[in-house]
């Protein structure tokens, strides 16, 4: 979920990855020793929207992506990145866990704190007791929203904006593709909205956001992971309510944007995409 984080300290770590990491055979995913099965799951499905984004977006990225371990984390990921949060380096790494982890584990929805038709979606989808590990798989396809968006040359406006439209691309990737995994990731991000401790939220509003991005993603990893899921949700709404060629014409929307524009100016632009983008932003 996060880019660009201390990326020079990142690198020299980096080049050392596929040391000790295993590829996958000719594939671009490395994985940690015990790993292999847990890879070749994540990079089908990443091989996947991987063709459909190249379909319609005429940039081909390259990447590679980390299926680590929590002992290879420590070697490869960002340092102050939590075991269990995906998340790309900018240089082409795409960094995922390949074990169940506390963090997961910690931001799972308690069934408790859920409505009943919530505890029901959520030990469907996620089993009894839940596990995150589909529904953050899935992020890997994030990930490489963030790997397309940079390929693309794509100013980023603001971090919000740069997230919500990575989950816009991973819904419309499963929409268009996969719709019976769609609850994978919209269960837990809807049910992770709903159960969530307000007094565990340090920040809520959108433009803190922006400004504590990195503190949100290296201290407050649960309060980030709470942002995510809302835009998720709103990712759903989103397709629901401006469908492909939606998504398509603000890709090449925000593409068209070479300079930073102020909040006013930049809300009409993504207003004037699609009146259902608009009530649907106007709504945080
Ligand atoms: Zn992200």
Same mark, same amino acid.
């Given at each position: 979920?996060?880019?660009?984080?201390?990326?020079?300290?990142?690198?020299?770590?980096?080049?050392?990855?596929?040391?000790?990491?295993?590829?996958?055979?000719?594939?671009?995913?490395?994985?940690?020793?015990?790993?292999?099965?847990?890879? =070749?799951?994540? *990079?089908?499905?990443?091989?996947?929207? %991987?063709?459909?984004?190249?379909?319609?977006?005429?940039?081909?990225?390259?990447?590679?992506?980390?299926?680590?371990?929590?002992? %290879?984390? #420590?070697?490869?990921?960002?340092?102050?990145?939590?075991?269990?949060?995906?998340?790309?380096?900018?240089?082409?790494?795409?960094?995922?866990?390949?074990?169940?982890?506390?963090?997961?584990?910690?931001?799972?929805?308690?069934?408790?704190?859920?409505? *009943?038709?919530?505890? #029901?979606?959520?030990?469907?989808?996620?089993?009894?007791?839940?596990?995150?590990?589909?529904?953050?798989?899935?992020?890997?396809?994030?990930?490489?929203?963030?790997?397309?968006?940079? #390929?693309?040359?794509? @100013?980023?406006?603001r971090n919000w904006l740069?997230e919500l439209?990575?989950? =816009?691309?991973?819904?419309?990737?499963?929409?268009?593709?996969?719709?019976?995994? =769609?609850?994978?990731?919209?269960?837990?991000?809807?049910?992770?909205?709903?159960?969530f401790?307000p007094?565990r939220l340090k920040y809520t509003a959108l433009k803190d956001f922006d400004e504590k991005y990195n503190e949100l993603g290296t201290q407050h990893p649960d309060n980030y992971g709470w942002y995510q899921?809302q835009f998720?949700? #709103?990712?759903?709404? =989103?397709?629901?309510?401006?469908?492909?060629?939606?998504?398509?014409?603000?890709?090449?929307?925000?593409?068209?944007?070479?300079?930073?524009?102020?909040d006013?100016?930049?809300? *009409? @632009?993504?207003?004037?995409?699609?009146?259902?983008?608009?009530?649907?932003?106007?709504?945080w």
């Open positions: 979920m996060k880019p660009l984080l201390i990326i020079s300290l990142f690198l020299s770590q980096a080049c050392l990855a596929q040391e000790s990491l295993m590829q996958l055979g000719q594939t671009v995913a490395w994985h940690s020793a015990n790993a292999k099965n847990r890879a =070749i799951s994540i *990079q089908e499905e990443l091989q996947k929207a %991987d063709q459909y984004f190249n379909s319609w977006m005429g940039v081909q990225p390259e990447y590679q992506l980390y299926v680590l371990s929590p002992e %290879d984390w #420590k070697k490869y990921a960002h340092p102050q990145i939590i075991y269990g949060m995906p998340h790309y380096n900018g240089k082409g790494q795409l960094i995922v866990a390949a074990e169940d982890n506390i963090f997961w584990k910690r931001n799972t929805p308690s069934l408790d704190r859920l409505s *009943q038709e919530s505890a #029901k979606q959520m030990k469907e989808t996620y089993g009894n007791p839940p596990s995150l590990m589909s529904a953050f798989d899935l992020l890997a396809i994030h990930e490489l929203g963030h790997v397309y968006q940079q #390929k693309a040359g794509m @100013v980023k406006q740069n439209l990575c989950n =816009i691309l991973l819904h419309t990737y499963l929409a268009e593709n996969h719709k019976e995994r =769609i609850p994978n990731i919209l269960v837990f991000a809807k049910s992770n909205i709903e159960a401790p007094d899921c998720h949700a #709103k990712a759903g709404d =989103i397709y629901d309510s401006i469908g492909e060629e939606g998504v398509k014409k603000l890709w090449n929307t925000l593409l068209s944007l070479k300079t930073l524009l102020p006013e100016e930049l809300n *009409q @632009v993504l207003y004037s995409v699609h009146p259902g983008l608009e009530k649907v932003l106007k709504e």
